[in-house]
C-alpha cells in the first residue's frame, strides 16, 4: 500500500472497526460492543473533542482506525484511546501515518488547546512491538502502573509533546 488515505470516521465505519480491533486481539467480540457509544458519541457530540480516524487504500476502505480525546482535569493534554490496524496490512506505515495525521491535527489545534498526547498500552510480550511503534515515533516511556490490567500486566504510558 502506497500513503494511506486517511478521513474521519462516519457510522459505517463502526463495524469494520470494530472488526479490526478484534482481529488484532485487542479486544472481543464481546468488548468492542463499547465502541458504538464511543463512535456515536464523537459524531454527535455527545462525547465533547472525541475524534476517530480511519486509513485505507481508498476513500471507502478501512484498514486501520485511531481515536484520541482530550483528557479531562489536564492542561492541555490528549490522549490517544485506541489505534488499531488489520493485521494483514501491519508493517506497511498505515499505524505510522495515523499516528501523524492525529499528532497533526492536533498540533493545528495550537498550543491554547494542545500540549501532549498521552498513550497507553500493556506490558505483555503480544505488545512488545506496540511499545517499539510509539518508541520509534519520539515517545517516551513516561510511567509503569503494575499489575494495572491484571497479573503480570502492567500499564506503560508514553508521551509526546506536542509543542515548539
Known amino acids: 500500500m502506497t500513503s494511506p488515505t486517511i478521513r474521519a470516521a462516519t457510522a459505517s465505519d463502526l463495524n469494520r472497526i470494530k472488526d479490526i480491533a478484534v482481529a488484532a486481539e485487542m479486544f472481543t467480540p464481546q468488548e468492542v460492543e463499547f465502541f458504538d457509544d464511543m463512535l456515536h458519541g464523537a459524531l454527535d457530540g455527545s462525547l465533547d473533542g472525541h475524534h476517530w480516524l480511519v486509513a485505507g487504500s481508498d476513500s471507502k476502505s478501512v484498514v486501520g482506525a485511531a481515536q484520541f480525546a482530550p483528557e479531562p482535569f489536564a492542561d492541555r ?29 492536533l498540533r493545528g489545534r495550537g498550543e491554547e488547546i494542545t500540549r501532549t498526547l498521552v498513550v497507553e498500552t500493556s506490558s505483555t510480550d503480544q505488545y512488545a512491538r506496540t511499545r517499539q511503534f510509539y518508541l520509534g515515533l519520539g515517545y517516551d516511556e513516561e510511567a ?4 494495572f490490567y491484571g497479573p503480570d500486566d502492567d500499564k506503560v504510558v508514553f508521551w509526546k509533546s506536542l509543542v515548539p
Open 144 to 147: 509503569r502502573i503494575r499489575q
Open 77 to 105: 493534554m490528549w490522549n490517544l484511546y485506541f489505534i488499531a490496524v488489520d493485521p494483514a496490512h501491519q508493517g506497511l506505515g498505515i499505524g505510522s501515518a495515523l499516528m501523524a495525521h492525529a499528532e497533526a491535527d
